[in-house]
């Protein structure tokens, strides 16, 4: 009975939600903007949306809309959907049944087995499921038919709207030749030494010396970091046309290639811009994307510190002439590289909704803005790993289905200039014309966006990681990895909070090295370009470097947390039948020895209820907390600074791993009894890792340069191993005669796998 | 750790034998100047033990002395040595017996005088109800005795025999530990060594050398590696003596005090109705593919702390000691990662022995079920599987206290029967969603049932539809719900407290008969 009202109850809600949609949302925001006003500085943005959707409350866009795509992008384009009033369908395969788009639509159509090839990719099915649903318009997110000439097609058979730039401004854009020859064309600076098609290494070498060293060599039809090498000589110039040849054919099928000059300490600065199908075009602002590590973007803030009104207005002029010049009616985004004149060069224009670059591989799955690497990689490798168990094979799925989706699409242009990008798409592709023009399109405040990746940065700034994701939760209060500020200095300070309350466990993660350069000076003063992480940690990134404050503030947090949870495996509850009667133990002062980075400190602890009194090489430290053993955040007051710390292992033996400013660090605590007697016991031998290769990812080995008995030299390529996309040399470590080999190509290799050793 | 925590707690009540010592002073008390002098020096020669060049030599090898490994296993002034001062034995009985044989006197061998401090310390554990935990490190009977030190190990392992059930006993091996020495360590319920420094073996190499021609080394006769990945003769290795240590102060949480004890609780600050989404998604949905059931058993108990037994043998079964709400539960669960998770010679053995510890000392016991069948082969049944698959059924079905059963995937033909099902008298039966019970699996049974037909795949579909999934036994009451996996953790902490009063009397018997 009970359930039977309830659920009528809901269907009157609905019903009247319905109707009066626009008017209810409009109050829900004004409410939600009072309550919290204090809390964000935000209300500014949440005005500027409110109005928005004020002035187009009663412009009739579609009834429904089928989104062909799935994971965070489906979602995206679903809550614009529902602000608009408009009903959605969500197709899936039969795994993905019961994943979070599927459940915020309205209707959800099954259009195949799990391979995308089946299913997101099946266009048969999804034009079937048009049909059936009575879609007036699809919305493709991005990969899968985004860009099918074939969809569009068929959509316009049938007079479904595709939500999307049309084919010809994808084609023409999406090859970097013709692109720029368009650039040129309208106008837009493009990069010196530009040239065609590369045949073979010596045409390569010829082009790379024309232009002038150094030269970038990169594959015509791939983006981001996808086959660029940069190249300072003719050899250079031969290996990474190689390279990138490889790289291009096998992820694009296409081994075209191009050679550009090389500018050198450029920034990376993209302009967004949008078009109506009436010739109109506006550029919102800039994004800067400089943070980089392998020419994918790390970390991308709006707007950016380095631009000036002059030069913004001209970058997003000639953007605007390029949108024009290609008819280009929706949202995109036009690449610029800015050198430190200010001199600004065309670099490509992405016809879509924002692909991350590491995202852009195999297909789109994403289920969070995390796991995606991890569960496409594991995807990829999924055809091999029957044969080969146990071997790579380090976890089954991502799970996680049900985090929060967030920041697909473009937030930091979204909080800054108040447009909700997926909005105006729907608008644009009904045939409006654009309601705003050039000068009604603000700066509101500051937005940074962190690009959190299942990666490992402490090798190459970031090779992948596998896993399962074990915990996953998001930082409270904050949308995301975007916050938003006033300005900039409370922008990145919120995104400082924001990666300390980040818990992500089961996978390696990039929070220490996203954290370190948010509050880097150069980066906080704005003094940076594309090359910045190499420059700034030339021997590759190591994590936070602690002051000496910093560092007795972690062991004494440590020392804190050792003691508390000693102290809690003496409290157990007392049973009628228990025979032991447990007297509280009168241990004053607690003697330990703490081990951090090879260095060992002696700390006395002692605690009177949630205060521990430390004292650390003699210096004494009050730390306070709830010393809550099981919370994965732990806030932790040590004289009066506030820190924010995750304990990610305990260990019987005394390791304890602790995420401290962003940084994992090990420690081991001893009482100084143990650490006396841990004294004797013996170092047990180290493999000598200089004779042997191991592999320093999971991936898949794509060619073997050695085999048993061949003499190598410290630094020869031993064998190639792709990962993500991304093929990586593995080189010897020292001169010697390869003793044997232990991986062919195709083989999948797990982290750690030994790969070759020598004699 | 907490068993030093409640050694400490308790005040100074352990007792310990030092093997060296073969004089027991009578009392300090008013006695003229000359005999305090002689207990002086006796202590002092005691402390020494085998001297400091002997001393020397244990450490270089990176070994600690008895000594020191109990300074490291107790909390510091809560051991007092027992026979060395005979009053403060008799004073205050121990309540976490010791005993433990120091390597530098006489390589640690047995005498007769070392036995029967053994066993007096293992009587008062027993009197009393306290776990004895033996420090290992011994060259077996000392020869210069003769038979006395044969009848010493009887004395033992009689005492081994006798507490079995009655209090926990944990052996560590901390050094070579040969000849008949090595079967007290078997008889206890637990056996842990220290990599590279320990050894078990009847005979050492070379007399295994003598006799069959073997040439095999000390670590590949009977190190860590050989005892806890291919014989099970040890559940766990640790790297060092300190390691070891810390160890077994963790592990000895988890255990009750002796078999009138109800299983521990701790104080816990992990939410018992937290509730777990990752494992909504956790079983892939082809069911041939693997996952690893350590994630679900991690993710389930408190504060992901699982003490694993025997992680490296038989691996296809995990069993371990976690806390559900702060109660110490045994968890046993099938490992779809390795093969498969079937149940075959070693793993029912293994599963066997862990569930009736667990019986014997009132703790809950928590199954997760996927289980594809028994395996089989000529290899499995000539080493008779029926026999000790049986062990495995029979713990099941002896064991009284409360058991929690959760069927992640499948539960096929009569490994479904022996994981705890509810015809074993399981307490609480549940089903994922995911779950599958029935005989065999589709294509197999479909082979039987429909053999010679044509349409096999149709066949297979209806038989996927009707009984691989949860409802066949559902209907029947053999699985009381069908659970989301998210749930499960808040599930079996709200279970495991009502069970708390589970009370079952069985016939008396002189002692059951399981089929050894």
Not at chain 2, 391 to 401: C, G, N, S
């Amino acid at each position: 009975m009970a359930a039977l009202w309830v659920s009528v109850g809901s269907l009157i809600a609905a019903g009247r939600r319905g109707q009066r949609f626009p008017q209810q949302l409009m109050q829900r925001g004004a409410l939600w903007t009072l309550k919290y006003a204090s809390y964000y500085s935000r209300q500014q943005l949440m005005v500027t949306r409110r109005l928005c959707s004020a002035e187009c409350s009663n412009e009739k866009t579609f009834d429904k809309i089928l989104v062909a795509n799935r994971g965070e992008i489906a979602c995206r384009v679903i809550k614009t959907c529902k602000k608009m009033g408009i009903k959605t369908v969500a197709i899936h395969s039969d795994v993905d049944a019961s994943s979070v788009h599927v459940k915020m639509a309205d209707e959800a159509v099954c259009v195949g087995p799990a391979p995308t090839s089946k299913s997101y990719l099946n266009m048969d099915a999804i034009m079937e499921a048009i049909k059936k649903t009575r879609a007036q318009a699809v919305h493709p997110g991005y990969g899968f038919l985004s860009e099918n000439k074939e969809f569009a097609k068929c959509l316009a058979a049938e007079d479904v709207i595709f939500i999307g730039p049309d084919t010809h401004a994808i084609q023409a854009m999406g090859d970097k030749i013709e692109s720029k020859l368009l650039a040129k064309k309208a106008k837009v600076n493009t990069i010196p030494g530009f040239d065609g098609v590369v045949k073979d290494a010596d045409e390569a070498v010829r082009i790379a010396r024309e232009i002038g060293y150094p030269v970038m060599i990169k594959a015509s039809a791939g983006g981001g970091g996808k086959g660029m090498r940069i190249a300072w000589d003719d050899e250079e110039t031969r290996d990474g046309f190689r390279f990138s040849s490889q790289e291009a054919a096998s992820s694009f099928g296409d081994d075209r290639l191009l050679i550009e000059k090389f500018i050198d300490n450029p920034r990376h600065i993209e302009i967004q811009v949008l078009g109506d199908k009436h010739g109109n075009a506006l550029w919102l602002n800039e994004r800067e994307c400089s943070i980089q590590r392998r020419n994918q973007k790390v970390i991308e803030e709006a707007p950016s510190i380095f631009l000036d009104s002059m030069t913004r207005r001209a970058m997003g002029e000639q953007a605007v002439a390029l949108a024009k010049a290609v008819k280009y009616s929706s949202a995109g985004t036009v690449e610029f590289l800015v050198d430190s004149k200010k001199n600004f060069y065309f670099l490509e224009m992405n016809t879509r909704l924002q692909v991350p670059a590491t995202w852009k591989i195999g297909d789109s799955c994403l289920k969070a803005h995390l796991p995606v690497e991890a569960e496409v990689f594991i995807r990829r490798k999924r055809g091999t790993e029957e044969k080969d168990q146990g071997r790579g094979m380090k976890s089954s799925l991502c799970a996680n289905e049900d985090s929060p989706f967030h920041k697909v699409e473009h937030p930091v242009t979204e909080c800054i200039t108040g447009l909700d990008l997926v909005q105006e798409m729907i608008r644009v592709a009904k045939g409006y014309p654009l309601r705003h023009t050039q000068a009604d399109i603000p700066i509101n405040g500051w937005a940074v966006e962190c690009r959190v990746y299942a990666e490992d940065p402490y090798k190459s700034f970031g090779l992948p990681s596998i896993g399962r994701l074990s915990q996953y939760q998001e930082p409270i209060h904050l949308p995301g990895l975007v916050t938003y500020g006033s300005n900039r200095t409370e922008a990145l300070k919120r995104m400082e909070d924001a990666l300390d309350n980040y818990v992500i466990r089961g996978v390696t993660h990039n929070i220490a090295l996203l954290r370190e350069v948010i509050i880097n000076s150069r980066f906080v003063k704005g003094d940076f370009n594309t090359k910045f992480l190499s420059d700034e940690y030339p021997d590759g990134f190591k994590g936070h470097k602690l002051t000496e404050n910093e560092r007795n503030q972690l062991l004494a947090i440590a020392s804190s947390l050792f003691v508390a949870s000693q102290l809690r495996a003496q409290h157990f509850q007392e049973h009628e039948n228990s025979r032991v009667p447990i007297v509280k133990s009168q241990v004053a002062n607690w003697e330990l020895s703490i081990k951090l980075n090879d260095e060992v400190h002696t700390v006395v602890a002692s605690n009177s209820g949630k205060t521990f009194s430390v004292e650390v090489d003699g210096l004494k430290l009050n730390v306070t907390s709830t010393w809550n053993l099981a919370s994965p955040l732990l806030s932790v007051n040590v004289d009066g600074t506030q820190r924010m710390i995750q304990c990610l292992s305990r260990e019987a033996g005394g390791s304890m791993s602790i995420q401290f400013l962003g940084t994992v660090y090990k420690v081991r605590i001893l009482t100084k009894v143990a650490a006396e007697l841990n004294k004797f016991m013996l170092e047990k031998v180290a493999e000598d890792t200089s004779s042997i290769l191991r592999s320093p990812m999971p991936g898949m080995v794509v060619a073997v340069a050695v085999k048993p008995g061949d003499m190598v030299a410290e630094g020869q390529e031993i064998c190639v191993i792709e990962a993500m996309k991304m093929q990586n040399s593995m080189t010897a470590g020292k001169t010697g005669k390869v003793k044997s080999v232990h991986c062919k190509a195709g083989d999948t290799v797990g982290e750690g796998d030994l790969l070759m050793e020598l004699q | 750790m907490a068993a030093a925590m409640r050694v400490a707690g308790a005040g100074a009540r352990l007792s310990v034998v030092v093997s060296d010592l073969r004089v027991a002073a009578r009392s300090l008390c008013s006695q003229p100047v000359s005999i305090n002098q002689r207990v002086e020096d006796k202590r002092r020669a005691a402390l020494m033990g085998g001297g400091q060049r002997r001393i020397d030599a244990q450490h270089k090898r990176g070994k600690l002395l008895a000594r020191e490994r109990i300074s490291l296993l107790l909390d510091p002034d809560s051991f007092i040595e027992s026979d060395m001062f005979v009053e403060h034995r008799c004073a205050d009985f121990g309540m976490a017996a010791d005993k433990n044989k120091d390597f530098t006197v006489f390589g640690g061998s047995l005498s007769g005088a070392h036995a029967q401090k053994i066993c007096k310390i293992m009587d008062q554990a027993m009197t009393v109800g306290a776990p004895v935990i033996g420090l290992n490190d011994s060259g077996g009977a000392r020869i210069q005795e003769g038979v006395e030190s044969l009848a010493g190990y009887a004395d033992i392992f009689l005492r081994n025999v006798m507490a079995s059930g009655v209090i926990p006993q944990i052996s560590l091996i901390m050094g070579p530990c040969a000849g008949g020495a090595v079967y007290s360590p078997a008889l206890t319920d637990f056996t842990f060594m220290v990599k590279d420094t320990s050894y078990l073996f009847i005979t050492g190499p070379d007399v295994v050398k003598s006799v069959t021609n073997e040439n095999v080394t000390q670590e590949e006769l009977g190190g860590a590696r050989t005892h806890t990945t291919i014989s099970g003769v040890a559940h766990r290795a640790f790297e060092n003596d300190v390691e070891a240590l810390c160890n077994l102060r963790e592990f000895f949480n988890y255990l009750p005090l002796s078999n009138l004890d109800p299983a521990p609780i701790r104080e816990c600050h992990d939410p018992s109705d937290r509730l777990v989404p990752e494992l909504d998604t956790i079983v892939p949905l082809e069911s041939t593919k693997a996952y690893n059931m350590a994630d679900i058993i991690h993710s389930v108990v408190d504060e992901r702390e699982f003490f694993e037994i025997m992680p490296n043998y038989a691996k296809n079964i995990i069993v371990g000691f976690a806390r559900m709400n702060g109660r110490t539960v045994g968890i046993v669960g099938n490992q779809p990662k390795v093969a498969s998770g079937c149940l075959d010679i070693n793993s029912s053995v293994k599963g066997a022995r862990f569930v009736r510890f667990c019986d014997a000392f009132n703790i809950p016991l928590i199954t997760f079920v996927d289980v594809p069948g028994f395996l089989p082969g000529t290899a499995q049944e000539y080493g008779g599987i029926i026999r000790h698959g049986a062990k495995l059924l029979y713990a099941f079905a002896e064991a009284t206290v409360p058991k929690v059963t959760v069927i992640t995937r499948k539960a096929y033909g009569g490994a479904y029967d022996v994981m705890s099902s509810k015809h074993l008298c399981g307490d609480t039966n549940y089903a994922w969603p995911t779950a599958e019970i029935a005989v065999m699996g589709a294509k197999g049974a479909v082979e039987i049932i429909f053999k010679g037909h044509e349409n096999v795949e149709d066949a297979q579909a209806e038989y996927i539809d009707k009984f691989a999934n949860p409802f066949p036994a559902a209907v029947r009451g053999f699985v009381d719900d069908i659970i989301q996996p998210s749930s499960t953790r808040a599930r079996i902490c709200c279970d495991l407290d009502v069970l708390t009063s589970k009370k079952v009397q069985r016939p008396w018997r002189k002692h059951a008969n399981i089929p050894l």
